[in-house]
């Protein structure tokens, strides 16, 4: 399964194509805008939380709820387009449409590299790509890869373990407490998220070509969600300390003993729950004061203040759904097959049968 994403913040809305879909996915439209009112949920979002109410309009790829095996094209509105039409005109010409120049980069987000990179001093366009808005696509096409991986058995699940140091999710009344003290100081917070997936067959992923090991896969795709900034399987950091027997995953007969290194060993899975965590750095746009400076004067300035989230952590567990789901889905087609789910069922069946002596699932 493959997505390519493209659209802008503040744009007309975000476009996916998700290729290389089984025709025989059963899907509604129900699936699609659920996981996105997931995504926009979350105790300390911004006020462009309020504009929006993501939904897909589905423009290929599905007939009568069935994938047909033609890539699937989807495209979400922005509302907040009407709010900014002039400014993203792709025609517009810009000395009648002067608008303020966004260039005062705000570190820790792509402003200053994007800009140096693209030869700008206004940040806008670098701005516009980067931010996390763009993950609405990400998760629209994930639920075409979690559609397939639940016909397999497999669920992708998370929970948000802390908010700001704060043990706890947005659901908890101490956690809330955080995120409205750090709102009113115009701050922001990040925090600690589990993402696992369960019903996985052992074997899938690579030992002999290390660019398609799993946890590889996994990793990469975390870290391409805006604002996480590490990853770890299973233990992870926490198997530094420990001695060899200690971190062992026994294998019995009726399966592992334990799951220290997160369902994955080798590059591959082990059959086991696959386990990680991932940290979401503060989100960098700010309301108090940081230092920077102004690219089109070179002097000292403060950083440009745009609106923004107090908190994404809840977005983002969803988003880490999204990106677990799809390299999952990846694996099985690679192993078992692309053009029809029931082809890849039937491999699948095929291959827990050939396991069944020393692998069998609960
Ligand atoms: C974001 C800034 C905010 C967030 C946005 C990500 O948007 P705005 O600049 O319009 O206030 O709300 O997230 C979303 C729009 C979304 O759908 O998640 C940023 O700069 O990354």
Redesign the pocket.
Known sequence: MLVTTAGE??GKGLICIVEDVPAGVALAQDDFDTQLAR??AGYG?????A??R?SVQVMSGIRHGVSTGSPIALFIP?R?FANHAAVMDAFGDPDVTSFEPLSKPRPN?ADLPGALKLGITDCRDV?ER????G??ARVAASVVARALLEQLGVHVGSQVESIGGMEGDDASPQVRERIDAAAAAGESLGGIIRVQATGLLPGLGEFADRSQALDSLIAAAMLSI?GIKGVEFGDGFALAAMEGSRAADAITAQGRSSNHMGGIEGGMSTGEPIVLRIVMKP?P?LRTPVATIDLESGEPAQAQR????VC?VP?AAVVAEAELALVLASAYQRQFGHASLADLQANVAAYATRLSPHWRRD
């Open positions: 913040s503040h995504r926009q979002r911004g006020g462009r939380m504009i929006e993501d922005n907040d987000h701005i980067s931010s996390a808005r993950t609405a805006p989100i746009s745009i609106r923004a989230d994404a977005a």
